[in-house]
């Protein structure tokens, strides 16, 4: 069963998201994980994973693909990029990481519609 928060984020963006696969979350008493991909209307698909303790995000990291699973872009927050100024929030769009202000599911969201213009 998808989490009310992210079905919501899921069904504010329908007109860019066209199904859901292989979701899988696992909550204990302190932590929370989601993982899955949706499947955009053009073909690509967003994979996702996020990790909640205490009510705030530790981790997440989303990978933006094209239909042959090659990487358009990818986010994540893990602290392997000390050189970029919103360290450790980062993304990589080829071989370049730069800074990265999208650091939730719905921004992610936000940029590929902006992106489709």
Do not use: C
Request: hydrophobic residues 40%.
């Amino acid at each position: 069963m998808i989490p009310e928060s992210l079905r919501e984020t899921i069904d504010a963006f329908g007109d860019l998201i066209e199904g859901t696969e292989e979701f899988e979350i696992i909550q204990t008493t302190l932590v929370s994980r989601s993982k899955g991909k949706l499947r955009l209307s053009d073909g690509s698909m967003l994979w996702f994973r996020e990790v909640w303790a205490k009510g705030e995000m530790v981790a997440y990291s989303y990978y933006w693909l094209r239909s042959d699973d090659t990487v358009i872009i990818g986010w994540d927050n893990a602290p392997h990029h000390e050189e970029i100024g919103t360290f450790p929030h980062h993304k990589q769009i080829a071989d370049r990481i730069e800074d990265s202000q999208e650091t939730d599911l719905k921004s992610v969201l936000l940029y590929i519609r902006d992106f489709f213009g």
